[in-house]
């Protein structure tokens, strides 16, 4: 069996692809264009290939995070997609207030193109995903 250390990195890495599939096919649903790397690299002044790796890091870390921190808050919850649910809705939060320290620090982040309404959800939903994809990689 791998550690769980090892299972939060392949989680973390697969859950970040299937929440970049999400977000890449949300616009034929209606939903606004969203590209996570393109925004980190655009506020940081970097390449995109930058971005993507910076986003699948960030994917890595937040699966670390479930394994180091967050498990241990859902422990009494049998259910694993509500598990990934609920930690998928934390990371987003997180996320939101990561990305407004970061815009504050670095004079500002890129504007939204769309319906900021549109975007928020299609971004709670993309996190929501990547928490329940990358939970069904550890095991308890």
Same mark, same amino acid.
Request: aromatic share 10%; no cysteine.
């Given at each position: %069996?791998?550690?769980?250390?090892?299972?939060?990195?392949?989680?973390? *890495?697969?859950?970040?692809?299937? #929440?970049? $599939?999400?977000?890449?096919?949300? +616009? =034929? %649903?209606?939903? +606004?264009? =969203?590209?996570?790397?393109? #925004?980190?690299?655009?506020? #940081?002044?970097?390449?995109? /290939?930058? &971005?993507?790796? $910076?986003?699948? %890091?960030?994917?890595?870390?937040?699966?670390?995070?479930?394994?180091?921190?967050?498990?241990?808050? /859902? !422990?009494?919850?049998?259910? !694993? /997609?509500?598990?990934?649910? *609920?930690?998928?809705?934390?990371?987003?939060?997180?996320?939101?207030? $990561? $990305?407004?320290? %970061?815009?504050? *620090?670095? &004079?500002?982040? +890129?504007? +939204?193109?769309?319906? *900021?309404?549109?975007? #928020? =959800?299609?971004?709670?939903?993309?996190?929501?995903?990547?928490?329940? /994809?990358?939970?069904?990689?550890?095991?308890?």
């Amino acid at each position: %069996m791998k550690s769980k250390i090892q299972q939060s990195i392949l989680g973390g *890495i697969i859950g970040t692809a299937v #929440m970049t $599939m999400v977000m890449f096919v949300a +616009p =034929m %649903m209606g939903m +606004p264009k =969203m590209n996570p790397a393109a #925004m980190l690299s655009a506020m #940081m002044g970097l390449p995109i /290939v930058i &971005g993507w790796v $910076m986003h699948f %890091m960030i994917g890595i870390v937040f699966g670390l995070g479930y394994v180091f921190v967050f498990e241990k808050w /859902v !422990r009494k919850i049998n259910n !694993r /997609v509500l598990k990934g649910a *609920i930690f998928g809705f934390a990371v987003f939060i997180f996320a939101q207030v $990561m $990305m407004a320290v %970061m815009g504050a *620090i670095m &004079g500002g982040m +890129p504007s +939204p193109e769309g319906n *900021i309404l549109l975007i #928020m =959800m299609g971004s709670i939903i993309g996190h929501v995903v990547y928490g329940i /994809v990358t939970v069904q990689f550890i095991k308890n």
